[in-house]
């Protein structure tokens, strides 16, 4: 019922830039949370930056270097990468919680994109 779709992706050079956008589209009424993960080859998935209301929360590797901001309008959510080093290079994922449209009460959803490939390498 909920569509997430990732794109911008890439191959990039050690100290280059990329931005990632995340766009949910669907049955949704609400969106509570927008988030990107990441995960590296034989690594656990982990959390690169999340956006909730006007929140915003970094993993340490990506504070000072990601951005991650958000068009409501849209519900896209972008993750403005500058500094990318090779340990940046995943697989990353974006995950959208809210509120179904279609459900009364309203029902929870949480959908995961199907993950865009980000290369950092010279």
């Known amino acids: 019922q909920v569509q997430v779709v990732e794109s911008g992706g890439g191959l990039v050079q050690p100290g280059g830039s990329l931005r990632l956008s995340c766009a949910a589209s669907?049955?949704?009424?609400?969106?509570?949370?927008m988030g990107w993960y990441r995960q590296a080859p034989g690594k656990q998935r982990e959390l690169v930056a999340v956006i909730t209301g006007d929140s915003t929360d970094y993993a340490d590797s990506a504070k000072g270097r990601f951005t991650i901001s958000r068009d409501n309008a849209k519900n896209t959510v972008y993750l403005q990468m500058n500094s990318l080093k090779p340990e940046d290079t995943a697989e990353y994922s974006c995950n959208v919680r809210g509120l179904l449209q279609d459900f009364w009460p309203r029902r929870a959803f949480d959908s995961w994109g199907q993950g865009t490939q980000v290369t950092v390498s010279s």
């Open positions: 669907g049955s949704i009424f609400s969106i509570n949370l």
